[in-house]
């Protein structure tokens, strides 16, 4: 009889600790919660209750106060969340009840913008025209509304000024910096004087410029054709600065003719003679 009686004690205790838990009724229900002013209230006889704020990135936890009729769900972090879609999950033992929200920061803070450029390297042989796209972003990770209040990124067609040069399209970011290239050479400058320390005729092409007035790219190969009527030689330099130079030894060749040539484009011919 007395274990009759212990085992119907034990069921009668299972029972109660089983007891299904009701859903708490939301007396205040918004669609939109305001960060970090979170202040939720629930009707419920029930007093052990957790409360997690559930977003798209990581559960949020939330503080609890009760009162006689329920209690209210509070929020300790006032730092800004990334905005969407998200849940308040309430849990009481085994029990887990979830209430659908959107969350939306009450300010936006800091907001850095960010401008794209394609292509990043133009050159005014080709084209000097550049697609740009730009947007806004918060601290908290959130695209902001650009210029216009119904866009969050904002595109256009531009074409650039041709003038050669590293920029940047926002001022103290670097990783926004584009570049335009000097284009190919319009016209060959070229004069040569005799070098009687050397026995050479000292050539100079320069300065080289394209059609844009931009100096032509160090590094640029200038070749110097020369001929006295019986042979055509030829010699090489890379432009630095605008200018390339060459020595052409006097003896071997006491009068020739030269020219420099840089692609398709080439100089004037001129004589070199002692």
């Known amino acids: 009889m007395i274990k009759l009686v212990k085992y119907i004690t034990v069921l009668l205790l299972l029972s109660a600790c089983n007891k299904p838990v009701d859903k708490p009724v939301w007396l205040n ?74 969350l939306q920061n009450k300010e936006w803070g800091a907001v850095t913008h960010k401008d794209y450029r394609s292509p990043k390297t133009v050159n005014p042989d080709s084209s000097l025209h550049q697609q740009r796209m730009v947007h806004g972003i918060n601290q908290y990770r959130n695209l902001v509304y650009t210029e216009k209040k119904t866009q969050y990124f904002f595109e256009e067609d531009i074409i650039l000024a041709p003038k050669a040069g590293n920029y940047r399209a926002i001022s103290n970011e670097p990783l926004s910096a584009y570049y335009i290239q000097p284009g190919s050479c319009a016209n060959i400058p070229i004069k040569a004087i005799y070098n009687k320390q050397k026995d050479s005729y000292e050539v100079t092409a320069g300065p080289l410029k394209d059609k844009y007035d931009n100096q032509v790219e160090d590094g640029t190969l200038v070749a110097f054709i020369y001929t006295d009527n019986k042979t055509t030689n030829r010699m090489e330099a890379a432009l630095l600065h605008g200018y390339a130079t060459v020595f052409i030894p006097a003896k071997e060749q006491p009068t020739v003719s030269l020219k420099a040539k840089v692609n398709e484009t080439t100089s004037a011919t001129i004589q070199l003679t002692l």
Not at 67 to 92: D, H, M, R, Y
């Open 29 to 102: 229900p918004q669609p939109i919660i305001s960060y970090p002013d979170v202040q939720v209230q629930f009707k419920s006889k029930t007093t052990n209750w957790s409360a997690t704020l559930i977003s798209f990135i990581q559960p949020i936890p939330l503080s609890i106060k009760y009162n006689s009729n329920g209690f209210t769900v509070l929020n300790e972090n006032k730092n800004g969340v990334i905005e969407g879609p998200a849940q308040i999950c309430l849990s009481s033992g085994s029990e887990y009840f979830y209430y659908p929200v959107n």
